[in-house]
């Protein structure tokens, strides 16, 4: 009897340990909308960050629109050439411990992009500017009793509308290019630079852990993601995301056990004896 009540309680702290490490989320549609600017963060298990930047080529409407193969593959080009320049503004600006990559076609998700290759941390701190201070200025709030929750919050890496136009800006300036050079319809260029209104914002961030969550998780290609996703409308009205981490307020669990095991051994005594005096009357 008493092993049971020590292994009831075992059980119960088991489950709650349990409950920390697990998080029920649906990946959204949206996260394979081709029609979408994709800030992608993933970090290895040696400190290594490679934080992508991707463009929408927008393949389907251009098809849509009845332009052939060979006019997307046009449209392509200059898209490249001014997401390239782009890369080049930032391997100017690259210091020790980071690299750029060169631009390259994302077959999966039709968007052309870049990496920017940090060695650490301190790199990727050091290529944007940021201090310590601006890292710890996160908006930090607790809750829970058995389960601590630290919830933080912090800024979406495109924290406005206005930084959400340039880069629709990008695309943009490779459709006026493309149109003026080759000709193109101007009403078709219209239409396809409307679709643009309709882009989503992306950002996904992967390490080997899972130690700090998001509302929205799932894993691949052996890491932990956490997604984010708005609309320009939405980063209009809420530039903020939220990541939190749970943990068990040991003390409690402790406590607890300092009383309810007694309890439990307490109960089984009296039950116990109980039993003996109904059997020896």
Not at 172 to 195: G, H, P, V
């Amino acid at each position: 009897m008493k092993k049971s009540v020590y292994a009831l309680f075992l059980l119960i702290v088991v489950c709650a340990f349990c409950l920390v490490g697990c998080s029920k989320n649906e990946v959204p549609s949206q996260i394979y909308e081709k029609n979408a600017f994709r800030i992608l963060r993933q970090v290895d298990s040696n400190g290594k960050i490679n934080l992508s930047y991707i463009f929408p080529v927008n393949s389907e409407k251009l098809e849509q629109l009845q332009f052939d193969e060979t006019d997307v593959k046009i449209y392509k080009f200059y898209l490249s050439t001014y997401v390239s320049a782009l890369a080049d503004k930032y391997r100017e600006m690259a210091g020790e411990g980071t690299k750029i990559s060169k631009c390259v076609y994302y077959t999966d998700v039709d968007g052309v992009g870049f990496i920017l290759e940090f060695d650490d941390l301190q790199a990727q701190k050091d290529f944007f500017k940021v201090d310590d201070e601006q890292q710890s200025d996160l908006n930090t709030q607790t809750s829970g009793f058995f389960i601590k929750k630290v919830e933080m919050k912090t800024n979406f890496p495109i924290s406005s509308a206005e930084a959400a136009e340039n880069l629709k800006q990008v695309c943009r300036l490779a459709m006026n290019t493309w149109s003026e050079q080759n000709q193109i319809d101007k009403q078709k260029i219209e239409s396809f630079s409307s679709c643009l209104e309709e882009s989503l914002f992306i950002y996904d961030t992967a390490s080997p852990t899972n130690s700090l969550k998001s509302n929205v998780m799932y894993e691949g290609n052996g890491l932990k993601h956490n997604l984010f996703i708005k609309s320009q409308e939405e980063i209009s009205q809420n530039a903020q995301i939220e990541f939190f981490i749970t943990y068990p307020n040991t003390a409690i669990w402790y406590l607890s056990a300092l009383i309810l095991v007694p309890l439990g051994m307490l109960l089984t005594f009296l039950l116990e004896k109980r039993k003996v005096s109904k059997s020896h009357p």
